[in-house]
């Protein structure tokens, strides 16, 4: 559907929009340092990153982008003060309910990445109700990290090679990139082309380890409830003027 209040596209978006990125990940960070900067408590810092999230899926959809993966809850988040975690869960619920209807009028499709069954049972309908109500949708696919972990993920594609194994079904020699990519949870994603990290972090925090092999990286200082459309297309930007080589040479050389 199209928006009826289309907003005016600048010309550095337009130029995004002519080579759109297939996948951006993102590891939002600096929900608690903002909060604490302005003396608020933590969760606060979360509810301020829901209103980010709001604004990049939507900007990324118009943008062109394909996929866009969102780093909300790491599987070693568990760690964190019980009342921390309980408003993180709570707040997915809430974001999911309230997010509904705005992702159906932009066209984005939600999937999920990571250990969902570990979550508490209502929290796991919310997700699977909004996966199932937007599974038709043909714009942007918003991916989720929830109880996402790298290592957690490969270990889980190990597992069930080695099922597969045992039944059978495949042989070791058998056992290529090409069929540990297909094993992962993002077996239907492709590779994340940039990857962005709020809040000046200089690592990667076991997200997607696999799949980041050549993705670009782009680390900004601006904590994640600052972070919104003009710092996102400012990150697209400077990932168009990258060079990427993927171990070749570029340009091709003449001898
Ligand atoms: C990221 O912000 C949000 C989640 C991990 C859920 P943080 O809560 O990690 O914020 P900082 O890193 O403490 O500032
Ligand atoms: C990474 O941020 C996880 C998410 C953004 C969900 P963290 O704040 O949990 O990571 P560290 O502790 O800085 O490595
Ligand atoms: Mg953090």
Redesign the pocket.
């Known amino acids: 559907m199209v928006d009826p209040v289309e907003r005016k596209v600048t010309p550095e978006e337009q130029q995004i929009r002519e080579n759109p990125p297939a996948h951006v990940a993102i590891i ?9 900067s302005r003396g608020f408590s ?1 969760i606060r ?2 509810r301020a ?1 829901a209103e980010s999230i709001r604004e990049i899926v939507r900007s990324a959809g118009e943008l062109g982008v394909g996929f866009l993966t969102l ?4 599987v070693d ?1 568990w760690k ?1 003060p019980r009342r ?1 975690v309980a408003a ?1 869960m709570n707040l997915l619920k809430r974001f999911l309910a309230g997010e509904e209807r705005e992702l159906q009028r932009n066209n984005v499709r939600l999937w999920t990445i990571g250990r969902i069954s570990e979550f508490p049972p209502d929290v796991q309908h919310a997700i699977d109700a909004v996966v199932k109500s937007t599974a038709g949708n043909t714009g942007l696919t918003l991916v989720l990290a929830l109880n996402y972990g790298g290592r957690a993920e490969i270990t889980d594609a190990v597992r069930a090679l080695c099922e597969k194994s045992a039944r059978g079904e495949v042989r070791a020699g058998e056992i290529d990139e090409a069929l540990i990519s297909r094993s992962l949870y993002t077996a239907d994603i492709p590779d994340p082309d940039l990857l962005i990290r709020t ?1 000046g ?1 200089m690592r990667v925090s076991n997200f997607l380890l696999w799949q980041i092999s050549y993705a670009e990286l782009y680390v900004t200082p601006v ?2 409830p600052d972070f919104r459309r003009q710092h996102f297309v400012r990150a697209l930007l400077d990932f168009q003027k990258r060079e990427r080589r993927f171990g070749g040479v570029e340009p091709p050389p003449n001898y």
């Open positions: 939002m960070d600096g929900n608690g340092r903002w909060a604490k933590r810092g979360h990153g780093y909300a809850f790491s988040n964190r921390e993180l809040s972090e904590y994640w």
